[in-house]
């Protein structure tokens, strides 16, 4: 299937998951940080402190992107490199960097997509109750104020946020990610201040970057019922508020969806939900993420509980994700179908998949990776067909990386990534999407 002339073809990664140097040059501990040296909460004790060196290695990765015909790379800021307390004193060692890389980038003409929170929240401001804290959107804008004046003149492509879902859900709710709180009522007050930063930070970053595209990314997951019945039906809904319309009808709406502020009841109390009006900032593009489905079902014998469950005999990625391709097409029209929203990216999309043994010549065969990017390649595609102003497309990721809780185990890369050694070897996969770039066709 054929792309538009002018799509744009890119891969993505993020600070922590990268850049390792957790110590060097200034940078701050984050949440991160703590979490992964916290035993128990990170697969086998893994830590970013090294992660993929890129840090010291970013020369040869963006050479690795030039050889892949890469238009555009998606990084993050770590604040804490930027601010090591959160706030107050600016590390300038650690504005160099993003400086020298986005100098890089541009060197060799890849346009940076730079992302300002990516989950490494500064550890110095966690103690001050993180995003649980008022204060942190004030906290949040300041950094962003620092960041795109000292790059709003050549980075033209901001993300404020990557998925609040996770940074409030999976980070206060769930606990597994940084900084680990199991407490509804956090969640949901850290899940406000993120959205109030959201529509703060935008008029910022137009005013530092002008003529920049600013938007959002958010990770819709299709919430579908499990059977016909009834209750798996209103089930599916719910889910789909808690997942999706909660922070979707904020961004877009300037509300947050009246079924579900019924529904979690006083775990609201306290919090100004009009002020949520403010988050409908106008945005030049929305970002998209994209990794699985839900199947919704209802828990016998605990009434009004749901879990997800997987239609049988799913293809699974190493995540236990469903390889399901058409749900990428659907989000995408009903995203473009409910918002009205100028432009969509595809910010993140890939598959985590076992390591072959060793590279055969010279190269590692990962022929599941390859089929799983064409599908969704396809998917993006007949969502174009269909009218969506679908406008470019990130492999996640770059590199085989620190994937969060599970730490090196679970290896998103289409290149591969020797730990030991840090030697990077292409996957067949990267040779696929250099064709499909090269082409412009999946
Ligand atoms: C997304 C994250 C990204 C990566 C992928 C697999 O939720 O944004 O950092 O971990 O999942």
């Given at each position: 299937m054929n792309f538009p002339k002018d799509f744009v073809w890119g891969v993505a990664a993020s600070s922590y998951q990268i850049e390792g140097a957790a110590r060097?040059?200034?940078?701050?501990?984050?949440?991160?940080?703590?979490?992964?040296?916290t035993p128990g909460k990170v697969k086998d004790g893994d830590t970013g402190d090294v992660a993929c060196d890129h840090y010291h290695r970013y020369p040869e990765d963006i050479a690795l992107m030039r050889d892949l015909g890469v238009h555009?790379?998606?990084?993050?800021?770590?604040?804490?490199?930027?601010?090591?307390?959160?706030?107050?004193?600016?590390?300038?060692?650690?504005?160099d960097f993003y400086s020298?890389?986005?100098?890089?980038?541009?060197?060799?003409?890849?346009?940076?997509?730079?992302?300002?929170?990516?989950?490494?929240?500064?550890?110095?401001?966690?103690?001050?109750?993180?995003?649980?804290?008022?204060?942190?959107?004030?906290?949040?804008?300041?950094?962003?104020?620092v960041v795109t004046r000292a790059l709003g003149d050549r980075v033209k492509f901001w993300v404020d946020f990557n998925e609040p879902w996770c940074s409030s859900m999976?980070?206060?709710?769930?606990?597994?990610?940084?900084?680990?709180?199991?407490?509804?009522?956090?969640?949901?007050?850290?899940?406000?201040?993120?959205?109030?930063?959201h529509g703060a930070v935008v008029p910022v970053i137009r005013q530092n970057s002008p003529g920049a595209q600013v938007g959002i990314t958010l990770n819709p997951v299709p919430q579908l019922p499990a059977t016909s019945s009834p209750e798996d039906i209103r089930l599916a809904w719910q889910a789909d508020g808690f997942a999706n319309r909660w922070f979707f009808d904020p961004v877009f709406k300037g509300s947050y969806?009246?079924?579900?502020?019924?529904l979690l009841g006083e775990t609201l109390d306290g919090l100004d939900l009009d002020a949520v009006q403010s988050a409908a900032v106008p945005t030049d593009f929305l970002g998209i993420n994209y990794y699985m489905r839900w199947l919704i079902e209802a828990i016998p014998g605990r009434p009004g509980e749901w879990g997800?469950?997987?239609?049988?005999?799913?293809?699974?990625?190493?995540?236990g994700w469903e390889v399901y391709p058409q749900g990428l097409t659907d989000m995408l029209v009903r995203v473009h179908r409910e918002t009205s929203v100028p432009a969509i990216y595809v910010t993140e999309c890939g598959a985590a998949y076992p390591e072959a043994a060793a590279p055969v010549n010279g190269i590692y065969e990962d022929p599941k990776r390859v089929a799983f990017?064409?599908?969704?390649?396809?998917?993006?595609?007949?969502?174009?067909?269909?009218?969506?102003?679908?406008?470019?497309?990130y492999v996640w990721s770059l590199l085989d990386n620190f994937e969060w809780a599970h730490g090196y185990e679970k290896r998103f890369g289409i290149v591969h990534v020797d730990f030991a050694t840090q030697k990077r070897t292409l996957k067949r996969s990267a040779l696929y999407f250099k064709d499909v770039i090269r082409n412009g066709a999946a």
């Open positions: 060097e040059d200034g940078r701050g501990e984050c949440t991160w940080t703590r979490f992964s040296h555009s790379y998606r990084f993050s800021v770590s604040w804490p490199r930027i601010l090591p307390t959160g706030r107050g004193m600016v590390n300038e060692a650690g504005l020298r890389v986005v100098d890089a980038l541009l060197a060799e003409g890849i346009q940076p997509a730079a992302t300002l929170y990516h989950w490494d929240f500064p550890q110095a401001l966690e103690d001050q109750g993180g995003w649980t804290n008022p204060d942190s959107v004030k906290w949040f804008v300041d950094y962003a104020d999976l980070g206060y709710l769930f606990g597994q990610h940084a900084p680990g709180v199991q407490d509804a009522v956090k969640a949901y007050r850290a899940a406000h201040h993120l959205m109030l930063a969806p009246m079924d579900m502020v019924k997800s469950t997987l239609p049988e005999g799913a293809e699974l990625t190493a995540m990017l064409k599908g969704y390649l396809n998917g993006a595609a007949l969502a174009i067909q269909q009218g969506v102003p679908l406008k470019g497309f």
